[in-house]
Structures are given as structure tokens and as C-alpha cells.
């Protein structure tokens, strides 16, 4: 669990302006934020998408983690169960947020960071996880469209469609 929540701080962290201290970085001097390791994907041949992550991510077996930006730049990240759903050709993730940091992050912001990462099979060699996916997300405020893929009912359910994934590394 500890290399995943590593994984995804360093995604995260990867896609996150950074911040300095005036004077730091010379003027005239861009930071690029992404580096060269961030953009392999080491375990592309187990990434899952599509209909394939959704039933992985609603069998509600595997590691659930969402991470966002706080307001000072800093990276959220909680342990949430999530489902996800199907509209057309387009895929959401539903996350039934009460009032948290995660919940203000994604009003502010419109976007976070999804993982899901699939529990190794039982009596595999390798016992790693190393199947799954991240997901960009994207905050969706159309109140119908929210309002019909809220299965739940609930009024805390936050809708975000996926507007990307990546292998887990």
C-alpha cells in the first residue's frame, strides 16, 4: 500500500505547477513540470480501461485512492470506495463525498486524480499490484446529467467523467 500511495503522490505531484520561493528559479527560467520518468508507463501491458476498469472498480475488490490539489498547492490524497458508470460512450467515477478537504479541492479545481489498482491473483508469482489504472478526471456540473447518473440518490454523490487513464507506472 505504501509504494501505491508513493505512486500516486508522484503522479500527482508530476502534473501539479510547481511552486517556489521568490527568487528560487531565475527570471525568464520555465519549470517543466513533468519529467522524463513520469511519462513511461512501466506497467502499460496491465493497464485497464473501459468497460474492463469498470468492472474491475465496481467488483469493489483493489485499492481505491483520489487525489487533488489544496488550495496551497499541496496534494490530497484519501482512500475512497468509488464506482464507476457508463453514459454513451463516456465513463464516470462516483464518489459519495461528505464535507472534506477532497470535496473542496474538486469543487475549487474541477479535477482530481483516480487509481484503482487491482489485488494481485491469489497464487500469482508476482504479488505486487501492477494491474489498473489512473484516471483524469474532470468535475461534471450539468445538474441533469448529474442528477441521472446519481444512482445512488444521495445528495452528497460528486460525478466526474474520465477523461483519461494511464497504466499504474
Known amino acids: 500500500m505504501r509504494k501505491l500511495l508513493c505512486l500516486l503522490l508522484a503522479g500527482l505531484l508530476a502534473t501539479t505547477p510547481i511552486a517556489a520561493a521568490e527568487g528560487d528559479i531565475p527570471e525568464g527560467v520555465e519549470v517543466e513540470g513533468v519529467s522524463s520518468a513520469s511519462v513511461m508507463d512501466f506497467y502499460g501491458d ?13 467488483s469493489y475488490s483493489g485499492s481505491y485512492v483520489v487525489a487533488t490539489v489544496n488550495e496551497d498547492g499541496s496534494p490530497q490524497v484519501g482512500f475512497y470506495i468509488y464506482s464507476m458508470v457508463k453514459d454513451g460512450e ?27 489498482a487491482a489485488n494481485p491473483e491469489e497464487g500469482a508469482e508476482n504479488q505486487y499490484a501492477v494491474s489498473g489504472a489512473r484516471m483524469y478526471l474532470e468535475l461534471v456540473t450539468d445538474e441533469e446529467l448529474v ?19 494511464r497504466s499504474l507506472g
Open 46 to 58: 496491465f493497464g485497464i480501461d473501459g468497460d474492463t476498469l469498470m468492472d474491475a472498480v465496481n
Open 90 to 116: 463516456d465513463y464516470y467515477v462516483v464518489l459519495g463525498l461528505a464535507e472534506n478537504q477532497t470535496r473542496v479541492n474538486l469543487e475549487r479545481e474541477g479535477q482530481a486524480m483516480a487509481l484503482y
Open 147 to 165: 442528477e441521472k447518473l446519481n444512482t445512488t440518490g444521495y445528495d452528497t454523490t460528486m460525478i466526474c467523467k474520465v477523461v483519461g487513464t
